[in-house]
């Protein structure tokens, strides 16, 4: 069974700081891996993977993926009150499956 | 704006009762996922339907069930509803050809039961 598992699930820092959340996964037909912010309504696409290695940036949030060792991160340097969310990860296989990880719920303190 | 609509935005019905929820998707997406969120809870997955047929089921209640249509749309039934089954409920669609694709989410269906 396709799973995917995000560490840790929930973090609280201070404005400034910088964080790293965490993306695992064991999925048959990897094709690509997906990050997304969900405030108080739809998650919110951000990044999409699919090849090792090559780092996505959006302003303070980066991402990148290992395929080798089938893990993904995502960046948020400088933090911002308006980057508190919960963070979803999410893998798409080549049959369309699309498996979601339970989330990094994200809390930056002012 | 995703693309992807979702009707109603809200919807509050009794216990025991039967609700549609439906989803349009992109413009050429031929997959759609239908997610269920309780309070504070992580999506929990559904089903899946690519071009009108099934491809892949989660955790979904007998009571509940889904179709695609020949347009792509997609139809969530819910039928013999329990408080439990208050929530939000997601749909996303993704799978325009052979490219990779991301999914994107419609903006939910608020459902309360009473």
């Known amino acids: 069974e396709d799973k995917v598992v995000q560490s840790p699930l929930s973090l609280v820092v201070h404005e400034g700081d910088t964080v790293t959340l965490n993306c695992s996964y064991e999925?048959?037909?990897?094709?690509?891996l997906l990050w997304y912010k969900q405030e108080k309504k739809a998650p919110t696409f951000l990044f999409m993977l699919?090849?090792?290695?090559i780092e996505k940036k959006s302003g303070r949030l980066s991402s990148i993926l290992d395929k080798k060792e089938l893990f993904s991160i995502l960046n948020i340097t400088a933090t911002q009150t308006g980057d508190s969310a919960v963070y979803l990860c999410?893998?798409?296989?080549?049959?369309?499956?699309?498996?979601f990880g339970t989330g990094t719920r994200l809390t930056i303190i002012p | 704006d995703s693309g992807v609509t979702q009707t109603p935005k809200h919807l509050i019905t009794a216990t025991g009762q039967r609700v549609t929820l439906r989803c349009s998707p992109r413009?050429?997406?031929?997959?759609v996922y239908w997610y269920q969120q309780s309070l504070d809870q992580g999506l929990q997955f559904l089903i899946q339907y690519y071009n009108g047929e099934e491809r892949a089921k989660g955790n979904i209640l007998e009571r509940f069930s889904a179709q695609q249509f020949p347009d792509l749309h997609s139809e969530l039934n819910l039928s013999s509803l329990e408080l439990g089954d208050s929530a939000l409920y997601f749909c996303?669609?993704?799978?325009?050809?052979?490219?990779?694709?991301?999914?994107?989410f419609g903006q939910g269906t608020r459902l309360t039961v009473v």
């Open positions: 999925v048959t037909n990897f094709r690509s």
């Open positions: 996303a669609s993704s799978g325009r050809g052979t490219g990779n694709t991301e999914a994107f």
């Open positions: 413009s050429g997406d031929l997959s």
């Open positions: 999410a893998v798409l296989n080549y049959f369309e499956k699309l498996t």
């Open positions: 699919t090849s090792s290695g």
